[in-house]
């Protein structure tokens, strides 16, 4: 599934691609594509005639500005766009096809079709679901070291799922949490409550740095992720964890060990994140065993 980094290459590449293009008709194949409007030729009504002016992003969401209307989509787990010239032959799995005025087609196909688009008046998609409860950017400067610990710190949970959790904080999926927790050494099941100042400290500029470094890398490719001028991603795989295990951990080398947890697999080195210690720990882990 694509994450922060992901779509936000995604992003880049729709702007480069469709930016000033203006929409004759749309045709969906496939309705429940189509959040809202309810209908899908009220979807397809309401864009005709419009201009995309860019493209923005709001955690694991596009939003496409077009003149006088918001375009909010999800690409899920494996919703990708493509942009072909209208007589070209469409792809399976093509549910919804944009045609500009210029004889181009922005195409978007979805081979599992989880993928979700709502239309909004402008400024209107943070009023309702799926963009109003939403937490912080990691990239933006709103996101701080005091608003990560203010959010998570008094919380009893593992600090993992905490970080998936897109209320608090947005973008973060299985990889990059992964990846950022041993950055920061800390255990994926430490309870968020557990961790001190400087691991907080770590956390953030890992977190920060995680996500950064793979944005500048242009994401990475996972599986059948492909960017927006629908070719194959060809991002460089610099995961430190996430799908290694048994694998030399870069740092000290023992095998990295994988779990699950809150239902995700999940990475870790026992030397670098070393789990809580003492008496909490032991508590837990006998609760953990009582189950
Ligand atoms: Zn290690």
């Known amino acids: 599934m694509p994450e922060l980094p992901e779509v936000e290459t995604v992003?880049?590449?729709?702007i480069e691609l469709v930016a000033g293009k203006t929409v004759e008709r749309v045709t969906v194949s496939l309705p429940r594509i189509i959040q809202r409007p309810a209908e899908p030729e009220q979807f397809a009504d309401l864009l005709a005639g419009r201009t995309i002016l860019t493209v923005e992003r709001r955690g694991k969401f596009l939003r496409l500005l077009l003149d006088g209307l918001t375009l909010v989509s999800h690409l899920r787990m494996e919703g990708r766009y493509g942009l072909y010239r209208s007589g070209e032959p469409v792809e399976k799995h093509t549910h919804v096809i944009f045609h500009f005025t210029d004889g181009t087609e922005l195409r978007y196909r979805d081979v599992r079709q989880f993928g979700t688009m709502h239309l909004f008046a402008p400024g209107e998609e943070f009023e309702s679901p799926p963009l109003n409860k939403l937490g912080l950017e990691p990239l933006?400067?709103?996101?701080t070291l005091d608003e990560l610990r203010k959010l998570l710190?008094?919380?009893p949970g593992p600090i993992k799922p905490l970080l998936l959790n897109q209320?608090?904080?947005v973008g973060l999926g299985n990889i990059y949490a992964d990846e950022a927790l041993f950055s920061a050494g800390i255990h994926p099941e430490r309870p968020a409550d557990s961790l001190k100042k400087d691991e907080w400290e770590r956390l953030y500029?890992?977190?920060r740095g995680t996500l950064a470094r793979a944005v500048e890398a242009g994401g990475s490719s996972i599986k059948s992720y492909v960017n927006g001028q629908g070719e194959m991603g060809m991002f460089q795989h610099s995961l430190l964890v996430y799908g290694r295990k048994n694998e030399p951990c870069p740092r000290c080398g023992s095998a990295i060990e994988k779990t699950v947890l809150g239902g995700r697999g999940t990475h870790y080195c026992h030397i670098c994140q070393p789990p809580l210690r003492g008496k909490r720990s032991a508590q837990r882990s006998g609760a953990r065993k009582a189950r």
Do not use: N, P, Q
């Open 11 to 14: 992003r880049r590449t729709l």
């Open 140 to 143: 933006e400067e709103s996101f």
């Open 153 to 155: 710190g008094g919380r």
């Open 167 to 169: 209320a608090y904080v």
């Open 205 to 207: 500029a890992a977190i």
